[in-house]
């Protein structure tokens, strides 16, 4: 791992031992390198500003996240990049325990043992952008209703599956003459 994706690494380790009750605050900002290092993500660029709020109780640390950026991604129609505005909530509960291995975490409920030196939110930062995606991403049509998707590549798709598609009349023929023997 390089440096440079070490320390980025190491902005989503919050230390949370020896952290005095009452309510801390932390700031991060999800880059280009860190969309480099999710390395399974179709997102291949961008800026998130993640802010958090987290509240320490006893034995148990509320983690109010607020997620505002732009991330790129390729367009499902053309592939060309398209850019997504992001401006979300997400909050994550930890709870502090003798033994977490007797516990099962779900998706906003963590438990880790009580004495644990810092708190890693890599994934779950990442994971709640991937969340926050819409299902469709497509360049969004204009004023007039027209795709705003990079007409080029759209048609060279299009020729190359209208290519796939049709069926060449010998393969045809051959697969009738098949048909007769059967
Ligand atoms: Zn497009």
Known sequence: MALNEKQEREKFKLRIAGV???THRYSMTCN????ELTELSELQDGVVNVQIEMENSEKML???F????TVFT???RCLDLLSLKLNFSEQLIVKLVADSKLYQNEDNIWYIDENEYELDIFHFVYESICLALPMQKVHA?????NSTCNSDILE?????????TSIDPRWE???HIKDLNH
């Not at 280009?32 to 969309?35: G, V």
């Not at 049509?141 to 209703?145: C, I, L, Q, R």
Request: aromatic content about 8%; hydrophobic content about 35%.
């Open 20 to 22: 005095s009750l009452g």
């Open 173 to 175: 023929a051959l697969q």
């Open 156 to 164: 060279r798709i299009n020729a190359l599956s209208a290519k796939e």
């Open 66 to 69: 607020n997620f505002e950026g």
């Open 74 to 76: 390729p367009c499902d």
């Open 141 to 145: 049509d204009d004023e007039n209703g």
């Open 62 to 64: 509320i983690l109010d």
């Open 32 to 35: 280009k390198t860190f969309f």
